[in-house]
């Protein structure tokens, strides 16, 4: 109740203090309420819709640097819904170069480094062809 009183008493001395300016006091009244007016006739006249389950892609935060952050910002402007769950995606990628890291990481060993040098040739040309070949596929290449 107190908090009421006070509000009140520094709305009379705002008033008090506008008498200077009517056309202003009125502006500050009626600016409100018109807006508050017009969100209310937009709102009735647009009926709500329901939308299903939505996901929305990962981004780079600007921890993740400047470029990449710009990079996902610019790229993903149109901010599109999907239906499929992206975070499991995002593991699935990250297994597949977990698995493609354990297969390579024998060749890179510090025992068969000499050989690694040797096989790199061809490691390149596979690499090169990933393209969208399956981890297996990639690995038997080499």
């Known amino acids: 109740m107190k908090s009421l009183h006070q509000f009140f008493t520094l709305l009379k001395k705002h008033i008090l203090l506008r008498r200077r300016q009517p056309s202003l006091l009125l502006l500050e009244i009626l600016w409100p309420i018109f807006v ?3 969100v209310a006739i937009i709102r009735s006249g647009i009926p ?6 939505c996901n929305y ?11 990449p952050f710009i990079q996902n910002f610019a790229c993903n402007l149109n901010n599109q819904c999907e239906t499929k769950d ?8 990250e297994d597949r170069v977990e698995k493609m890291a354990s297969k ?3 060749l890179f060993s510090a025992g068969k480094s000499t050989s ?4 790199m040739e061809r490691i390149i040309d596979a690499l090169q ?10 690995l038997s290449k080499l």
């Open 116 to 119: 690694s040098l040797k096989n």
């Open 104 to 106: 390579l990481a024998p």
């Open 129 to 138: 062809n990933i393209k969208g070949d399956d981890i297996e596929d990639i």
């Open 57 to 67: 892609p990962t981004r780079a935060m600007p921890s993740a640097g400047l470029v």
């Open 36 to 38: 508050f007016t017009i």
């Open 86 to 93: 992206i975070s499991q995606e995002a593991h699935a990628a």
């Open 48 to 53: 709500p819709f329901k939308v299903g389950k």
